[in-house]
């Protein structure tokens, strides 16, 4: 009975301890948006901006600062994400990477349905497929002769195994069949990819138009079509931009998303309360602008809700685990 009862006061102690922490959440600690990128790339941006907007949503009473821990086409950042204090101060803002690592890494060490809260989707992002500015290849016909007449003598970079960026083009050299496969070389993110890119120092890149769009308005880098399945009409710097689809690649349709995750076990009166600051940042004109000006589209559907956010990307593990297990090449 004594024990009992030291039990019960020890439990007792423990949910007030967390219902304290829950109801005085977001406190003074800041919220860190964990990015499995390096800075000044893509996903980077995306959690910058929300980070912005969430801030304002949460009428100030909170502070962002974004971490980038990259590597291992981001799996590394996510890990590091599944095993913090699930408080509520450390967020993992990820993309399809989520959903491509457990196809590709066998020895994954996280599981992404079930080490992590899902707390709603953020955007989608098309991809853009370009070229350094030495490239001698204008528009797509003239870089499918390229290709041929240099087949293997052509490299594409990326952010590393698993990445979107790594994904893509996978998959259009696998559309295109190409002779001989080019070499790939990884980065710890495309920010740092597309220095190399502008440099000249790589050749090729498929990349989001979050990171390529101010790139190619300014001229540093080629530009020769869009991995979704309609052309980008809205977008002034892209809209001349043929669809894969349309140079000849039957089904070619690719579209980045990103979404926001907390460690298993945060409270939840906090993922509701982030969940709902994240909903009204979605809806917040100057991050739906920021979007939209480099081609990204804010979710608007029921997938801003954890439900249906982790039920789609159980969906995109589906879709992608066997395409990947079909390919054959493994991270580990
Ligand atoms: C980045 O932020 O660097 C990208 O999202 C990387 C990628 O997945 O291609």
Redesign the pocket.
């Known amino acids: 009975m004594k024990r009992l009862l030291v039990l019960a006061a020890a439990a007792a102690t423990l949910f007030s301890a967390f219902s304290a922490s829950a109801q005085t959440f977001p406190g003074s600690k800041p919220i860190s948006f964990v990015?499995p990128?390096?800075a000044g790339?893509?996903?980077?941006r995306v959690a910058r901006d929300l980070a912005e907007a969430m801030r304002k949503s949460m009428g100030g009473s909170a502070n962002f600062v974004v971490e980038n821990v990259n590597g291992a086409g981001?799996t590394i950042g996510a890990n590091k994400v599944a095993k913090a204090s699930p408080d509520g101060h450390t967020l993992l803002l990820h993309?399809i990477?989520m959903a491509a690592a457990p196809g590709l890494y066998r020895k994954l060490q996280y599981k992404p349905l079930e080490d992590f809260e899902f707390l709603g989707m953020i955007n989608e992002v098309p991809m853009t497929l370009i070229g350094k500015p030495q490239l001698e290849a204008n528009t797509y016909r003239d870089l499918e002769n390229y290709i041929r007449v240099n087949a293997g003598k052509l490299n594409i970079a990326?952010?590393g195994l698993g990445?979107?960026?790594?994904l893509c083009g996978l998959m259009w050299q696998s559309a295109i069949n190409a002779k001989e496969a080019m070499t790939t070389i990884p980065f710890g993110?495309?920010?740092p990819a597309m220095n190399a890119l502008v440099g000249g120092q790589v050749d090729m890149m498929c990349?989001?138009t979050t990171?390529t769009t101010g790139q190619i308005e300014a001229g540093r880098v080629k530009a020769y079509a869009v991995t979704t399945s309609k052309p980008l009409k809205n977008n002034k710097v892209l809209k001349d931009l043929p669809t894969l689809q349309e140079m000849g690649l039957k089904g070619f349709d690719l579209t980045i998303w990103h979404g926001l995750y907390a460690p298993k076990g945060t409270p939840p009166a906090v993922l509701a309360q982030i969940n709902d600051a994240l909903k009204k940042a979605l809806k917040d004109p100057d991050f739906i602008k920021k979007q939209e000006g480099l081609g990204a589209v804010v979710v608007t559907d029921k997938r801003v809700e954890p439900a249906a956010h982790k039920a789609f990307v159980t969906a995109e593990i589906n879709k992608l685990k066997p395409v990947i297990e079909a390919g054959g090449k493994f991270a580990d």
């Open positions: 990015v990128f390096a790339g893509p996903t980077d981001g993309h990477g990326h952010a990445s979107a960026s790594h993110g495309t920010a990349d989001q990171n």
